[in-house]
């Protein structure tokens, strides 16, 4: 097979494109080489990123010593904790789609003949994983790695999302001072590197290494060890053995492969964002994936390990009790085989392991709970699902009915929040905050953390149709489809319904007669746009639902 680079470098029609690239730098000698583009979403902005600029230069010293030609291109990121709670968060699920379109335009314009993905955070490692299934090129993803837990005086650990954001509503609750608060901000991020608990962007690396799209241990890797560099390296090695090799991302990336990654994320509780990911990567692979299947996996699949935010383990445990091959080892015959782009099957990577920490990664004989992390509820609020992540709910609120206190915005939720107006045994409802709605599906971190702050997390639920954030935890469940920007069912909630959750038997019910929400919906109208100019107004045009992966297609179903 040629190279696709062949299109501009070989022939002499090609010697405008040829000078150009020696206009770069390019030495003649290098025009037979395989041309690999490093795709780096390197920046100042964001803690997870900032180590970026080391990693680039091994990646880039491994495609050279592999016999290949690196050229370097960037690709944005949005810190979703520093976008959190204001205009900056309609933008960060939607630059997904754009990370997964940049990638393919420098890729298809340049003809490049592999990628090596570096990437950290929520939404820019899902649209690499995109962008990869999308082109079908040789294709390998370096996650850059999660932070150190930050420490404190007597050996208290912190960690970013449970330890600012709800400190917020303990703050407001006076029960910190605001010494105490500073200390937090001062403690909670003490290195580069991804938020230290299992959330989005932590689970993403995960399940990118249990999908075979990494190299072992890429996924827990810290991101300042030692380790990661040497893994930047050998990606940098093994891309052009997979360019040479002609493996590609569908090869990889198979009916199994998303099984198994489902599977692992349910077995550590990740986060809930991961099936808005797995959901659009895998109709970019041409895998059908249906919502449904993270439920049905979850009823079999035991939670083996208690993580942050839920639970008491940080990533750097993990890494050290196992990683990934831990988990897979522990599922065991739970785990499909499939090929990885490491030349090991999983099955054979699972069994390499030799000692796995059962303090952090149980056996399935001694489960944290019997089912795995996610749940998919179904309702008249939610006729095409809702999700939840039921491995940050307590056994108290498993069941829970309670009263609508509606909000058309997550900053009227959190004013009232803050006001008092929230009390024990309500339902919050945030609505109009879909992908459509919002647009852009914003999460509502700071409304559940600061419920959890208040010391609501046992008496108060909260549904939506926006999502939350990995490191939410409590009765929250988001994601409700159809979203009510669109009409769905959460649009006719009113103040005072009584609404009930029941997550063991997946239901969410509106106790309102269908007559009664019959002659609501005679009334109802859809609301104005909130964005009107802009690329989020074309965005929310063509959206569609969050259990679809929220993903963008053509408005003519025929293209």
Not at 16 to 38: C, D, N
Not at 226 to 249: Q, W, Y
Not at 301 to 313: D, E, F, K, R, V
Not at 422 to 432: F, K
């Amino acid at each position: 097979m040629k190279k696709r680079s062949s299109a501009i470098t070989e022939g002499f029609e090609r010697t405008p494109h040829r000078a150009l690239l020696m206009g770069t730098g390019v030495p003649r000698s290098q025009m037979k080489q395989p041309f690999i583009g490093i795709a780096s979403s390197f920046t100042d902005l964001i803690p997870g990123h900032i180590g970026m600029r080391d990693l680039e230069r091994q990646i880039e010293k491994g495609v050279h010593t592999g016999g290949g030609h690196a050229f370097m291109f960037g690709i944005p990121g949005v810190c979703d904790g520093i976008a959190m709670g204001h205009r900056g968060m309609h933008y960060s699920l939607p630059t997904r789609e754009l990370i997964a379109d940049m990638i393919e335009s420098i890729a298809e314009a340049h003809r490049l003949d592999g990628l090596v993905l570096l990437t950290n955070c929520d939404k820019i490692t899902p649209g690499m994983l995109m962008a990869a299934a999308r082109l079908d090129i040789p294709a390998i993803v370096v996650t850059a790695g999660p932070m150190l837990a930050g420490r404190g005086a007597q050996g208290r650990q912190y960690s970013f999302v449970t330890d600012t954001f709800e400190a917020m509503g303990q703050y407001k609750a006076g029960n910190m001072t605001e010494a105490q608060l500073c200390t937090c901000e001062e403690n909670a991020c003490p290195s580069a590197g991804s938020c230290q608990g299992l959330f989005t962007a932590n689970t993403m690396a995960i399940l990118t290494e249990t999908l075979g799209m990494s190299l072992v241990g890429c996924g827990t890797a810290l991101a300042v060890s030692s380790l990661k560099r040497r893994i930047a390296f050998t990606s940098g090695e093994r891309i052009v053995a997979l360019v040479n090799d002609h493996i590609t991302p569908r090869s990889i990336l198979t009916r199994a492969a998303f099984e198994n990654a489902v599977r692992v994320d349910l077995a550590l509780g990740g986060s809930s964002n991961t099936v808005l990911h797995l959901l659009s990567i895998a109709r970019e692979a041409g895998v059908e994936l249906p919502l449904e299947i993270f439920d049905e996996l979850s009823r079999t699949t035991p939670q083996l390990a208690s993580m942050n935010p839920g639970g008491i383990h940080f990533m750097e445990d993990l890494d050290a009790a196992g990683g990934v091959p831990g988990v897979l080892h522990e599922l065991g015959d739970k785990i499909l085989d499939n090929p990885t782009l490491t030349g090991l099957s999983v099955r054979e990577i699972a069994a390499a392991i030799k000692h796995v920490d059962h303090d952090v990664i149980h056996p399935r004989s001694n489960p944290v709970r019997a089912e795995g992390g996610i749940a998919i509820l179904h309702g008249n609020i939610a006729p095409d699902g809702a999700v939840v992540k039921q491995s940050g709910v307590s056994e108290k609120m498993m069941t829970f009915e309670g009263t609508a206190r509606c909000f058309d915005s997550e900053e009227a939720a959190m004013a009232a929040l803050m006001d008092g107006t929230v009390v024990a045994g309500d339902v919050v409802v945030i609505r109009y905050e879909g992908p459509k709605g919002g647009p852009g599906m914003r999460e509502m971190l700071a409304p559940t953390a600061t419920l959890m702050g208040l010391g609501l997390g046992d008496s108060v639920a909260l549904i939506t149709d926006g999502r939350f954030s990995g490191g939410t935890r409590g009765p929250c469940i988001g994601h409700i489809s159809p979203e009510a920007a669109v009409g769905g069912p959460i649009a006719l909630i009113a103040d005072g319904d009584r609404i009930k959750l029941d997550i063991p038997q997946r239901s969410l019910e509106l106790l309102v007669d269908a007559t009664v929400l019959a002659e609501r919906r005679v009334v109802w109208q859809a609301p104005e746009p909130k964005i009107r100019n802009g690329w989020l107004a074309r965005y929310a045009q063509v959206v569609t639902s969050a259990n679809t992966g929220a993903i963008c297609q053509a408005t003519d179903p025929q293209k």
